[in-house]
C-alpha cells in the first residue's frame, strides 16, 4: 500500500499536470481537488508562493469540469486528475442515434436489445439466471455501423458513452496506460449506466508476442482483462464495447471475456436503398430528382459498398450539379441549396466511375469465417 501522497506532493503533481500559470487559474483547479483536501488552503497559498515558473497552455480541467462542476467526487479522488481528464465520456450530438437511423442489421439490433437495453433498463428484472454477460465484440468490414449501434444504446439507454479508441489509449500517456485502462473503468462505473466503446480492439487486445513480456503494454491488457472480468462479473450497469474489422487478431483470453461476438455484416439492398434515402431523400433541401427505378439501378450497382461506402457515393453524387453551376459561373446566384440543380441518375453513374467498394473479397471472406468459428449470431 503506498502512502498517501502529502499536499505539497499533491500539489508539485498537479502543477506538473495542469502547467498553471498564474494563482488565480490555480484557484481554479482547487475546485477539482478533492473536498476532504480543500479544507488546508493555507498550505496551498504557502505553496503558491513558493513556486516558481509554469509554463502556460497545457492540459485543460475541461472534462473533469463538465462532468463534476463541484470538484472531484471522493469516490474517485485517488485517481488522477490528469487521467481522469482523458476517459471522461463524451457528450456530443452524435450520441443522439437512434435505431431508426441505421439501416438493416435486423438480426444484430434485436441481440443487442435482448443482452444490453433490456437489462440496462430493467436491472431489478434481468438477475440469476437472466444475468446478463457485459463484454461484446462488434467485428465486421469498417464502415458498417458498429460505431452507430453503439451510439443507439447509449441513446436508448441514456448511459454514458465512453468512446475511446485503442490508438488512443496506447499514444497518449506513455508508461501509464494501464493506470488510464483502471481510470476508464473506474469512472464508467462511478457514472453508470454506462457503455465503453472501444474502437480498433484488436491493437489493444492483440496476441501476445514473446517479446512483450513485462512491457507496459503486457501490463495494459492485462489490466484490460482483469477490468473485462470485473465488469462481468459485477452488478454494476457497466457495458464494455469493443469494434474492430481484425477480430482474427484478438488474443484468445480477451475474446474469451467478449462473451457475445456480433457479426455486423455490409449493408444488403434494402440496407443500401435506405442509406440513400437517409442521405439523399430525406435532406429537406436537397434537389434531386430520382425516380424510383433510379435508386434501385443505384442500389443493383453497389453491392459489396459498405454502409460508409454508400454515404460517401451519396455524397460525391450531390456535388456532381454544384460543380457543374460553379464551371458555369452560377454559383454566387445561389441564395440556397434547393435552387442547385437537381441530383439525377447521371451523377450517380458519374461517382460509380470514382466510388468504389472499399472492402474486399478476402477481408470479407476472413471475416466470415471467424463468424462461423467464434461468432454469436450467422451470417449470409
Ligand atoms: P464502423 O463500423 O467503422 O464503426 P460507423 O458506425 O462509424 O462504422 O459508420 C460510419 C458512417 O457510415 C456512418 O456515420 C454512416 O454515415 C454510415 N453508415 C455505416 N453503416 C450504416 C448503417 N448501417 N446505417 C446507416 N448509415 C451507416
Known amino acids: 500500500m503506498g502512502e498517501e501522497p502529502t499536499l505539497q506532493e499533491e500539489f508539485e503533481r498537479l502543477f506538473s499536470v495542469f502547467q498553471i500559470s498564474t494563482k488565480s487559474v490555480l484557484q481554479e483547479a482547487i475546485g477539482y481537488i478533492p473536498s476532504k483536501k480543500r479544507g488546508r488552503h493555507a498550505d496551498i497559498g504557502e505553496f503558491v508562493g513558493k513556486k516558481r515558473k509554469i509554463t502556460e497552455n497545457s492540459l485543460s480541467l475541461s472534462n473533469i469540469k463538465k462532468h463534476f462542476p463541484k470538484g472531484i467526487p471522493d469516490e474517485l ?47 431489478h428484472l434481468f438477475r440469476g439466471v437472466l444475468t446478463p454477460s457485459k463484454g461484446f465484440l462488434f467485428f465486421g468490414p469498417p464502415g458498417t455501423g458498429k460505431t452507430l449501434i453503439a451510439k443507439a444504446i447509449a441513446n436508448e ?39 465503453i466503446f472501444i474502437d480498433e480492439i484488436d491493437a489493444l487486445l492483440s496476441k501476445r508476442t514473446a517479446t512483450e513480456a513485462d512491457s507496459p503494454m503486457l501490463r495494459m491488457k492485462s489490466e484490460f482483462l482483469t477490468q473485462l472480468e470485473g465488469v462481468s462479473s459485477k452488478d454494476d450497469r457497466v457495458y464494455f464495447i469493443g469494434a474492430t474489422n481484425k477480430p482474427q487478431n484478438i488474443d484468445e483470453a480477451a475474446r474469451r471475456r467478449m462473451h457475445n461476438r456480433l457479426f455486423i455484416p455490409l449493408p444488403d439492398a434494402s ?69 442547385f440543380d437537381a441530383i439525377t441518375l447521371e451523377h450517380f453513374k458519374e461517382a460509380l466511375k470514382t466510388r468504389k467498394s472499399s472492402v474486399s473479397e478476402s477481408d470479407l471472406e476472413d471475416l466470415k469465417k471467424w463468424n462461423r468459428l467464434f461468432g454469436t449470431i450467422s451470417s449470409k
Open 77 to 123: 479522488a485517488h485517481l488522477r486528475p490528469e487521467l481522469l481528464d482523458q476517459v471522461m465520456p463524451v457528450f456530443d450530438h452524435k450520441t443522439n442515434v437512434t435505431w431508426d437511423a441505421i439501416a438493416g442489421l435486423e438480426e444484430a439490433k434485436e441481440k443487442i436489445k435482448e443482452c444490453i437495453v433490456w437489462p440496462m433498463l430493467h436491472p
Open 157 to 195: 439507454c441514456k448511459a454514458k458513452f465512453f468512446n475511446i479508441t485503442a490508438s488512443d489509449l496506447t499514444s497518449k500517456m506513455h508508461g501509464d496506460t494501464e493506470k488510464l485502462v483502471t481510470t476508464l473503468f473506474e469512472v464508467a462505473r462511478h457514472l453508470q449506466p454506462s457503455i
Open 271 to 339: 440496407a443500401r436503398r435506405m442509406i440513400i434515402e437517409q442521405e439523399i431523400l430525406e435532406d429537406k433541401e436537397c434537389n434531386q430528382n430520382l425516380s424510383k427505378e433510379d435508386l434501385k439501378w443505384v442500389v443493383g450497382n453497389t453491392k459489396g459498398f459498405s454502409g460508409a461506402d454508400m454515404a460517401l457515393l451519396c455524397k460525391e453524387a450531390a456535388y456532381k450539379p454544384v460543380r457543374q453551376m460553379q464551371l458555369l459561373g452560377k454559383l454566387d446566384n445561389i441564395k440556397a441549396r434547393p435552387e
